[in-house]
């Protein structure tokens, strides 16, 4: 028992061991630590998505034109309700967390188990979200075309709505096999090839003289825009991505290069390379640290259901995993407003 | 943590209920984007950043000092916490973003091109 609680207090002698000058435990200073180096670890993250998000200020994507979807609710743009969803989810397995620390303190083994399994259901809830956000993202909605210079080109109907590749691209008597181990040598090989070529979208525009072409570049209204011909000014809006006349759409169409279609490590349709990166790799590893805290909980949790606090005559390692599980809520926080709010 | 072991049931509700709201209003700002919020900048960045930024802010004081307990802990505690973690943040927010503004000049103003 005593490697777990230390409970001595001595008066004297307080930089010599045995006792607590800061009146926490071994194991709560320790949690402490773990939670200040896994902040900074967060923090330098964060700080490259700044760092990339400044170096390419001028196209980085909207985050409220990419994450718009709702379970159940299809065709339907809800931007962020999801994300504030998962957001709620979290802070209530938070609160419900900090109900069972507060039971411990009082010693009530029915509470702590009722709560502890609170948190648990709530962990697993926003782990399923965040795979659900995921797919979505992966998926894609819209699809879109990458230049040979590497820029992202998005189409838009005469309105300026959004307009997916399947609902103009033209079908052509062409045929492009995905090349796989099987069919060459072992070494060759291909990822899985977009559902339209090149030449069937640039066909397809052609066909259908509505179209319009988004570029990845957030309009500004200055002087120098104000007077830019390529523009299309009756759609663009101040702070939003810059349409293109006509004219001008077709000839950036015609330098296209790629197709493609949702997001992965490479290409993503939503923008800037870098952003999905970004996206999978905090997204990726703040969920890891959900997941491993509710393996965590689960631990504790039947610790506290076979009485081994009882017997200890202290729930303070529900106290520890506490603080952990409200670390992982607060990096959310903080992830949540730089992903999906500035 | 406070030793004397009183039960802070409501604390912990009125602490929920707060940070419920303020995330209700800082999805309802995201969503609508006033205008006025908007375009309108201080200190190099639009003022509706700003609330955003204050906002999380207020929330992660609440966290961390109601939910993780930080305000019944000891003072030495507190600060070899909080202020190193809060002094390397800024620190490296501050050496990353400049010079990401620079690159970014850099490409926008020079001949060197990455997207074309």
Known sequence: ???????????????????EPMEASYGKLMMWFFIVSDALTFSGFLASYGFSRFKFIETWPLADEVFTHFPFLHGVSAPMYYVALMTFILIFSSVTMVLAVDAGHHMNKTKVTFYMFLTIIGGLIFVGSQAWEWKNFIKGEYGAIETKGGSLLQFVDKEGHRVKLEEFAATLPEERERLERKKGYWFLEEASLPTYSVAEVQAGFKAH???????EVIYNDDAVSKKDTKINHQLTKVKHKTILTRTESELRLSQASLVIEGANLHHNEYGTKLFADFFFFITGFHGFHVFSGVIINCIIFFNVLVGTYEKRKSYEMVEKVGLYWHFVDLVWVFVFTVFYLV | MSHEHVSNTKRIWFVFILLSVVTTVEVFLGILKPQSLHLNHFLGMNLLNWIFYILTIFKAYYIIWAFMHME??????????????????????????????YIFEVFKNSTIKWNF
Request: glycine residues 8%; without cysteine.
């Open chain 1, 209 to 215: 003289p509505d179209l319009l072409i988004r570029t």
């Open chain 2, 72 to 101: 019944g802990e000891k003072g030495s505690l507190r600060w070899a916490v909080v202020s190193s973690v809060i002094f390397l943040v800024l620190y490296l927010l501050f050496i990353l973003l400049i010079e990401a503004d």
């Open chain 1, 1 to 19: 028992m005593e490697s777990t609680v230390t409970t001595a207090n001595s008066e004297e002698k307080t930089w010599q061991g045995g006792n």
